[in-house]
């Protein structure tokens, strides 16, 4: 069974730094892609970051680039999101998302529709 399980939420002043974590397990991670969605209230859950297992390549949403990194380790199924220079407008619920690679083709990274499995999520404040 695929699980996965995000940490590392909470509250933060503007300029801040958060770090969250996405561990992952019932799946071999070189064969999927895992995302990081975000849901602010009365919008849209949309694609801020995805990782490939196999490669390591990453996207972002032209709204975090440069402000945020996706990485991972392999070893122990955990996927991380550095988030630095906080905004408010980073305010939501943050989710991870995992995707049989071979099913997703990765200029649609950000389609929430393209991933089969989600964590419960973890919510991140910037207080401005």
């Known amino acids: 069974e695929v699980q996965l399980v995000e940490s590392g939420g909470g509250l933060v002043q503007a300029g801040g730094s958060l770090r969250l974590s996405c561990a992952a397990s019932?799946?071999?991670?070189?064969?999927?892609?895992i995302g990081w969605f975000r849901q602010a209230p009365g919008k849209e859950r949309e694609g801020v970051s995805c990782?490939?297992?196999?490669?390591?390549?990453?996207y972002y949403a032209d709204s975090v680039k440069g402000r945020f990194t996706i990485s991972s380790e392999n070893a122990k199924n955990t996927v991380f999101l550095q988030m630095n220079s906080l905004k408010p407008e980073d305010t939501a619920v943050y989710y991870c998302?995992?995707?049989?690679?071979?099913?997703?083709?990765?200029?649609?990274?950000?389609?929430?529709?393209?991933?089969?499995?989600w964590g419960q999520g973890t919510q991140v404040t910037v207080s401005s």
């Open positions: 998302a995992a995707v049989y690679l071979a099913f997703l083709p990765t200029s649609k990274w950000y389609f929430r529709g393209e991933y089969d499995h």
């Open positions: 990782i490939v297992g196999s490669d390591g390549s990453t």
């Open positions: 019932g799946f071999t991670f070189d064969d999927y892609a």
